[in-house]
């Protein structure tokens, strides 16, 4: 398998950090492992890929490319007193716009919140939220693909938050227990 099977396999762009990988192969290996689909042969057959995949990438990953050292000037700079104020009053239009459903606004608001402050680790999790919020709104509106789409863009909005990724990972088993895997 060259590198950029092991992305295909793995869904990722080629080039994917040492991190994405690491991410990608545990969101992917907990839905295909053989004991979560203990019947299902190809599930089995793609979990071995997907190992395959993530070993080659491991070994191979760290050799190809130096990861630069962390310094003072990497990390991202205080906000300023307004976007302070900003953030605060986007966070309470976003609560507003989810508690009455209305998930393409809030989607706008957390997007171009996110846009302006790119470096919030906050923002990247209130996107993720957003994200979620509208998939299962999908998912109840019978739109499978589209609620796939949106809890993917979850994921990668804030990938290193694990309660996201069990919550995730219920909503593509109910989306894969109403309408299939190949949806």
Not at 41 to 57: P, S, V
Not at 110 to 128: I, K, N, T, Y
Request: hydrophobic share 35%.
């Amino acid at each position: 398998m060259n590198l950029e099977e092991c992305y295909r396999v793995l869904e990722l762009p080629q080039g994917a950090s040492l991190a994405q990988v690491k991410s990608a192969y545990r969101r992917l290996a907990r839905r295909y492992h053989p004991d979560v689909n203990p019947s299902d042969r190809t599930a089995h057959e793609k979990f071995i890929l997907l190992h395959q995949a993530y070993e080659k990438l491991v070994r191979v990953l760290p050799t190809l490319r130096v990861s630069p050292i962390k310094s003072e000037a990497q990390s991202p700079p205080p906000l300023s007193a307004f976007e302070i104020k900003l953030k605060h009053a986007s966070y309470r239009q976003l609560r507003e716009f989810l508690k009455y459903r209305c998930y393409q606004r809030a989607i706008s608001l957390v997007e171009g919140l996110a846009s302006r402050l790119p470096q919030d680790a906050e923002v990247r999790q209130w996107q993720a939220v957003t994200y979620q919020c509208w998939a299962r709104q999908l998912i109840r509106d019978r739109q499978p693909q589209a609620a796939r789409e949106y809890l993917h863009r979850a994921l990668k909005a804030d990938p290193d938050n694990r309660t996201l990724w069990q919550e995730a990972e219920k909503d593509f088993r109910t989306l894969d227990r109403l309408y299939g895997k190949g949806v």
